[in-house]
């Protein structure tokens, strides 16, 4: 009833919030196919074509220390591998931390994963093997990439000390207009994961300090988890997190991205770049995309 | 200039001009010059009529007879279909009944013959002057209608004196005559459920008979007095399976056979749930001795297209009816088209469903495929199956990710769980006589074995919840496209105006622009929405 008694007498009010939140199909239409050419995609479909393409310019990714594409080149992996300690396998164009395998050390002939798992060397080809035939790119050939594990910077790890945290940015046209950081939960299974009860948490564009956060929709103060508090945190190297994303949006040739960025503890690496960022950051946020997104436009007139 | 025409919107725009033009000139040609009737196109309510007849050889000849209705004022037959088994068959005309006959040399073992068609019936109510007299001389033609039978005693003298009671005689007008023998039998005598042979004079002695002792009563005091009548074989239809048959009896008056039931009360009327079978005192079935024999009529109740609407299409020049000739020829049936003519309605159906209300589903058009297919298997049948059998291969696919197998193989692997669940399924549900279940093997097994992949993906991804909270809308939509598809009325329109498909595009185009909130964003972002409202 109270529903019903706001909409007739705030109609103005919430007509006008209306067109400033931006639903799935305004954002495919107006803002996705106009500025994302379809040929444009892989560079964020394809993870390895991503990092090149910033790693040209020298902006940091995480590095690369093997990319294997072909079966054959499975046999020389061995002595690079046995140099490693700290380093993650991924599908370059894998979906939903499907086939990543996070590698913290190397002891008595095998290497342990941060979730305590065993590899050998045999399971590990195997597991690259598997990446290579598609098993985890819906049957098409992958390349596996072994690359850097990040370390993250103690303050991010004061906020998400059960898995890597990272920040979402969406970038219109070369500029930032919206951030939020992302924390893996327990109930998330380590994910950074909004879906599956990861935190989110805004982030104020130009302080880069948070001011709010939710789980599941409902607004949280603390980590429920560790009870840290999620407000008003500063985001360590934030001005060069803003820097990076601007330069990322200049490299990849999409008008209207997402861009993931982990924090180490020398500076923001980018993680990976999407075509079709998601539009729950509003809800994150707390204010629709349209008016940052609109602001953007006159701008670039 | 020249970049102007080069653009996506003036390419959009001269589309949906010219699709909207082709498509109102096209209705507009049916509708004012052929004069189509959008009226006409509601559909009306019919019967399907099925007799199955089981029978049991014995290594000798059998033959087995039965009368099929035939086409009058009163009702329409059609779509009809005989499914003979061994037998021969043989339809014939005698006199004003039409008699189907199966017969085959050297019989054994038990054998089901089954024959079906489709009745649209109508009303009939009969003024009949008060002032006709009883004819004194009738052309020869109704000599037969006056005579004694075997079972109806015209000239018995309690028949004579039966009359005399009532006080009508050969100087009574017609309607006086009928209303008191009418009001008489339908006052006077006991109704009886009893299925046996019944003549005029017992059921006049025992003031109680079942409709073939009235009947026969009636035909023997109206022969009696000179007005030529009849019986009338037939059946009540009303939804469901039965063996009784029905009887009633019509009077010659002025050039019309006049219906009277005095069983059901219906004075010079004949209900619209009456078929009629044959005329004259006949015996429903004839069949060789010592077969066997059982019969049950099996009634259904359906709506179709209206008669008028079939004949202004047959007539028209730019009929559909003619199309789907063509497509008959290639060995595509009427009933196969209309269901393809459908499907990109209900894709339409399951576009408004994800772009404007917002529900995710499984697979864009699985929902309107899926409702295609629960056509045969009825909807809740239909929506079980598809339930069970994403179910099951989803748990089979969670199982073969665990041995972590190439996509193809993998994608085999679950289309043949897909196959054999379905074929599990249909011997239990014939096992356990749910036939309707059985259909389930016209399910797109392809499509299937892909939606129970993306089931188990977003399960894997998002959650078990999540995953069925999508299957649940996805049964959300099935239902929608089903109704949307099995709408008679629906149905009607598009094969009176094919061209209507082209409308259906126009929608897409339309909607394929449409940046609106979908309905499910509104309570996504409700805190946006409402913020700031009091």
């Known amino acids: 009833m109270n529903l019903f008694k706001r909409l007739f007498f705030d109609f103005d009010t919430i007509a006008d919030n209306c067109t400033k939140v931006m639903g799935m199909n305004q954002r495919n239409l107006e803002y996705v196919y106009p500025n994302n050419p379809r040929s444009a995609f892989a560079y964020a479909n394809d993870k390895m074509l991503t990092k090149q393409s910033l790693q040209a310019v020298g902006l940091s990714v995480p590095k690369t220390f093997i990319s294997v594409r072909y079966f054959y080149e499975l046999q020389r992996i061995e002595p690079e591998l046995r140099q490693l300690t700290g380093f993650v396998i991924k599908p370059a164009s894998g979906s939903g931390g499907n086939g990543i395998i996070v590698i913290k050390g190397y002891e008595d002939d095998h290497w342990i994963s941060v979730s305590g798992q065993l590899y050998t060397l045999e399971k590990i080809r195997k597991h690259i093997a598997d990446i290579i035939f598609g098993v985890f790119s819906f049957g098409l050939n992958d390349c596996a990439i072994i690359e850097e594990r990040i370390e993250q910077h103690e303050y991010i790890t004061a906020l998400s000390p059960l898995g890597l945290a990272d920040i979402r940015m969406i970038n219109y046209k070369g500029k930032n207009v919206k951030a939020m950081l992302r924390i893996a939960t327990k109930a998330s299974d380590g994910k950074a994961n909004l879906h599956q009860g990861g935190i989110g948490v805004a982030i104020d564009l130009l302080s880069g300090r948070s001011f709010a956060a939710q789980i599941a929709r409902e607004n949280v103060e603390v980590h429920p988890d560790t009870g840290i508090s999620l407000i008003d945190v500063q985001i360590p190297f934030f001005k060069e997190i803003l820097a990076l994303c601007e330069a990322t949006a200049q490299v990849i040739p999409l008008g209207y991205l997402g861009i993931d960025i982990a924090l180490g503890v020398d500076g923001p690496v980018v993680l990976e770049v999407n075509a079709r960022p998601g539009i729950e950051i509003q809800n994150i946020s707390d204010e629709g995309l349209i008016v940052p997104l609109e602001s953007v436009d006159r701008d670039y007139l | ?534």
């Not at chain 2, 059921?203 to 002792?213: D, F, I, M, Q, R």
């Open chain 2, 1 to 534: 200039m020249r970049k102007y025409f080069l653009t996506p919107s003036f390419f959009y725009q001269v589309t949906l001009f010219t699709l909207l033009s082709i498509t109102m000139i096209l209705m507009g040609y049916k509708l004012f010059i052929l004069e189509y009737e959008l009226a006409d196109l509601i559909p009306t309510v019919g019967y399907e009529v099925e007799v199955s007849m089981e029978m049991n050889g014995h290594g000798d000849k059998l033959s087995l007879s039965t009368y099929l209705p035939l086409t009058t004022t009163h009702q329409s037959i059609s779509d009809e279909r005989n499914e003979p088994d061994i037998f021969a068959t043989q339809i014939s005309i005698d006199g004003p009944n039409r008699i189907v006959s199966w017969s085959a040399p050297q019989v054994k073992g038990s054998h089901l013959v089954r024959y079906s068609y489709f009745v649209q019936t109508q009303h009939l109510l009969y003024t009949i002057d008060k002032d006709i007299p009883i004819a004194d001389r009738l052309p020869s033609y109704l000599q037969p209608y006056l005579k004694a039978e075997k079972g109806i005693q015209v000239n018995d003298p309690l028949i004579a004196s039966t009359l005399q009671e009532l006080g009508v005689d050969g100087s009574s007008t017609v309607y006086h005559a009928l209303y008191t023998i009418h009001d008489h039998l339908q006052n006077q005598f006991e109704n009886r459920n009893f299925s046996g042979f019944t003549d005029a004079l017992t059921a006049l002695k025992l003031k109680e008979a079942s409709c073939n002792g009235k009947s026969r009563l009636f035909v023997a005091l109206t022969r009696k007095l000179g007005l030529p009548s009849r019986l009338v074989g037939g059946l009540i239809l009303t939804s469901g399976s039965k063996k009784t048959s029905h009887q009633w009896v019509e009077v010659y008056i002025r050039g019309h056979w006049v219906p009277f039931d005095t069983i059901n009360n219906h004075f010079a009327e004949l209900p619209k749930n009456y078929l009629r079978l044959y005329y004259g005192d006949k015996v429903l079935f004839k069949h060789s001795a010592n077969i066997n024999f059982k019969y049950l009529f099996h009634i259904t109740k359906k709506l179709v297209p209206r008669k008028e609407m079939r004949e202004t299409m047959y007539a028209s020049p730019l009929n559909a009816f003619n199309m789907y000739k063509i497509f008959e020829r290639i060995g595509i049936s009427q009933n196969l088209l209309k269901i393809i003519l459908m499907i990109p309605l209900g894709a339409l159906v399951v576009v408004i469903f994800r772009n404007v209300i917002g529900l995710e589903t499984f697979g864009t058009f699985l929902p309107a495929l899926i409702a295609t297919a629960a056509r045969e298997t009825g909807l809740w049948w239909g929506l079980f199956g598809f339930l069970m059998i994403i179910l099951i291969s989803a748990l089979v696919r969670k199982f073969l990710d665990y041995m972590q197998l190439l996509h193809s193989p993998k994608m085999a692997i679950m289309l043949t769980v897909v196959v054999i669940s379905m074929m599990l399924m249909t011997i239990v549900a014939v096992q356990s006589s749910l036939f309707d279940l059985a259909h389930i093997s016209l399910f797109p097994i392809a499509i299937l074995a892909i939606t129970a992949e993306r089931f188990a993906i977003v399960q894997e991804e998002q959650g078990f919840l999540r995953a069925l909270r999508i299957s649940f809308w996805t049964a959300i939509v099935i239902i929608a496209a089903y109704v949307v598809m099995s709408s008679l009325f629906m149905q009607s329109l598009i094969i009176a105006f094919p061209e209507l498909l082209l409308f259906l595009i126009i929608l897409n185009l339309w909607l394929g622009k449409w940046v609106g909130m979908r309905l499910s964003e509104y309570v996504r972002f409700r805190k946006l929405i409402f913020k700031g409202s009091r």
